[in-house]
């Protein structure tokens, strides 16, 4: 339904006749809506434009005070850069001997593991894994013959590695065949049992731990109470 026109006020010409009043206002509503149909509107217009022609407007330009994160930024220095390499590459060197010491001590060769365990001890007492090198060093000293420095070694890695099962397990075997100290050496395999049960078989610490013959000797005699 078409709305109804609001004629602006017509001047009053008193000369003219009341029919020519009503044609005049007639005119002024027909002009009126023929102008406000041909007004383009704004809206409809943005909506009927294709898609396309939002693509190739203009970005709006970054000025000087905005902010842009660049890709390229890294946090790390190269002096840092430089050190990190130096540590890692120092860490590998010193498990690469750390294995080699394990795999001489698998093969039998227990002086030739001896050395290996002693270097990383050394070399690398700064850092973590030496304290596995000084249970694998405890683990040759016992059985190339010196036991007394072997469970010294022993006692205090159990302090450092406390919580190390293996450890644990050695020392209760040294102290019942070589100190005698039954009640201690009872505590050290209760200890190493609870974290890992494996250690009350002889096969396990021979053939998966490596352990010397002697001190699979003396584990045995703790097992069975011999």
């Known amino acids: 339904m078409v709305g109804a026109c609001r004629a602006s006020p017509a001047p009053i010409i008193s000369h003219l006749p009341l029919r020519n009043l009503k044609t005049i206002r007639i005119l002024n ?125 022993m006692e205090d890695v159990s302090i450092s590695l406390k919580g190390y099962p293996e450890v644990h397990a050695a020392l209760a075997a040294a102290l019942y065949a070589d100190k005698h100290a039954a009640l201690l050496a009872e505590n050290q395999f209760t200890i190493a049992t609870l974290l890992d049960p494996h250690f009350t078989d002889l096969s396990y610490v021979r053939d998966t731990k490596h352990w010397p013959p002697s001190l699979i000797s003396s584990l045995q005699h703790f097992i069975t109470l011999s």
Request: hydrophobic share 40%; charged share 25%.
């Open 29 to 153: 509503c027909s002009q009126q809506s023929i102008s406000r149909a041909q007004l383009p509107n704004r809206r409809l217009f943005l909506f009927s434009l294709p898609l396309s022609t939002f693509l190739f407007l203009p970005l709006p330009a970054f000025s000087e005070g905005d902010t842009v994160i660049s890709t390229e930024y890294d946090p790390v220095t190269r002096s840092e850069r430089d050190a990190s390499a130096l540590i890692s590459q120092r860490i590998s060197l010193g498990i690469e001997l750390l294995e080699k010491g394990r795999d001489l001590q698998a093969q039998g060769d227990f002086n030739g593991a001896l050395q290996y365990f002693s270097q990383v001890i050394e070399s690398y007492k700064d850092l973590a894994f030496s304290e596995y090198a000084r249970v694998g060093r405890a683990l040759a000293l016992y059985e190339v013959g010196d036991r007394e420095e072997a469970i010294a070694e």
